[in-house]
């Protein structure tokens, strides 16, 4: 009788020493669904590239904002959409480890060319169609 009460109390003492060492051990190497995501543990050139023209385009449409050349409206607009084209490329980047595969680059060059000459055109800065013949320059866009 007292090896049986010995051996349970040996028991209840293991898992009452190993219950808070398991969790505080999960709890290291386990995510959970609020936690951030990783970012790319590295950045292929076409990202790179990528990140930094959008970041042209934004720094862009700062100098507009300051210079008065777009209200501040049209400056969050364009913001939120470089914003998107940004997320997507990093989405597609981070699914092929940190590359864009060429179709889809030249997908998202094309939307942040679109962006960048919706900019110019909200500026007064894109240039002009037309030779003038038919009474006049259009803006393209």
């Given at each position: ?12 003492a293991?898992l ?15 995510k959970g ?36 050349n ?37 997908q998202?060059?094309?939307r ?30």
């Open positions: 009788m007292r090896s049986s009460t010995s051996l349970k109390i040996a028991t209840l293991t009452l020493v190993a219950a808070p060492l398991a969790g505080a051990y999960a709890a290291g190497h386990h669904a609020l936690d951030a995501s990783d970012t790319p543990d590295f950045y292929g050139p076409r990202l790179t590239s990528f990140i930094g023209q959008v970041d042209g385009v934004k720094q862009g449409i700062a100098d507009a904002r300051q210079a008065n777009i209200t501040p409206a049209e400056a969050r607009a364009l913001e939120m959409r470089a914003d998107r084209i940004s997320q997507a490329a990093e989405k597609v980047a981070s699914s092929d480890r940190g590359r864009i595969p060429s179709s889809q680059y030249h998202l060059m094309h942040l060319d679109n962006l960048d000459q919706r900019l110019l055109t909200d500026t007064g800065s894109g240039f002009n169609m037309g030779d003038g013949s038919d009474g006049g320059n259009y803006p393209n866009g």
